[in-house]
């Protein structure tokens, strides 16, 4: 399979290089943009897919409006390849500005719309040092999408199943931290607690 995207990346690039040397329309290139990061994802090679989805995105907002469909769509693209590097800062503040925007233009039902909040949620409680009200706010998220999900979509989507795994790994790390919380408490009060008493 390695080969196989090896070879569709030669073909993207030279896709790309044929509309840059003939000037296609820019929507033209921003296709052949997404077609090539899509190779970059097959191969792992995740910093370059980032980049060129940061591009494809500030160019769609340039181009039709940050509140576009091909905009929203590109900017789930983008906060989906934050997700996938780790950078969940990013991934949480990217899809945080475009949730309420998608919920406007698309609807709070739309597949976008559960999929930004599917991303949101889960750069809250994946980020290092998430909070207990970040891993709360997680938990109330994916379990208001996971709903809308299963009503609209069926609980054997594959969207509806990948968020109800992410709100089951969430409400897992959100009991972890409860937990700690608990156990530090204890400890406190024992540390507290005379000797003897």
Known sequence: AAKQ??????????????RRRIGAPE???????GSLANSYHQLG???????????????HCRLSGEDGESSLASAYNYANSFSELG??????????????VTRRVLGKNHELTLRMKWIYACALYKKRGATLDERREAVTTLEDTARIARRLMGGTHPVTAGI??????ARAALAAREGDDVSALCDGVD???PRGA
């Open 164 to 169: 109800e795994e992410f709100l089951r790994n």
């Open 27 to 33: 929507e033209s290139m921003l296709v052949a943009l």
């Open 5 to 18: 995207y090896e070879d569709a990346l030669s073909v993207r690039e030279a896709s790309l290089a044929t």
């Open 45 to 59: 090679r995740l910093e370059e897919t980032n980049r060129i989805l940061g591009d494809v995105y500030s160019r």
């Open 87 to 100: 950078r969940f800062e990013e991934a949480r503040s990217l899809s945080r500005k475009a949730i309420p």
């Open 191 to 193: 540390a507290m607690t």
